[in-house]
């Protein structure tokens, strides 16, 4: 059983910062990708951001310069820096990671989600 828990969403203003959090946990032999994606209230989830075990990084072009991702993986944990953050950032934001669980098996695993909002 693989969990991914989400932490660090909450208020804050436009302007300000907030930093997301997300480990993995359970029968992991590997991770491969790790991501985030968000879904605003009646809109679909888009693609925020990635970074592949080896560090290289995909942003939206709606955060870049304002975001960044990174992750530790001896915690196999996945981060997000938000910085810079405007009302349109409100959403709820789950991560998400390939991960490996036996011998060349392989699934995409989603976190429960959590809530950023930003006031304006």
């Known amino acids: 059983q693989v969990q991914l828990v989400e932490s660090g969403g909450g208020l804050v203003q436009a302007g300000g910062s907030l930093r997301l959090s997300c480990a993995a946990s359970g029968s992991i032999f590997s991770i491969n990708a790790m991501g985030w994606h968000r879904q605003a209230p009646g809109k679909q989830r888009e693609f925020v951001t990635s970074?592949?075990?080896?560090?290289?990084?995909n942003y939206a072009d709606s955060v870049k310069g304002r975001f960044t991702i990174s992750r530790d993986n001896a915690k196999n944990t996945v981060y997000l820096q938000m910085n810079s953050l405007k009302p349109e950032d409100t959403a709820v934001y789950y991560c998400?990671?390939?991960?490996?669980?036996?011998?060349?098996?392989?699934?995409?695993?989603w976190g429960q989600g959590t809530q950023v909002t930003v006031s304006s």
């Open positions: 970074i592949s075990r080896g560090g290289r990084t």
């Open positions: 998400d990671a390939q991960i490996e669980t036996g011998w060349d098996t392989w699934r995409h695993y």
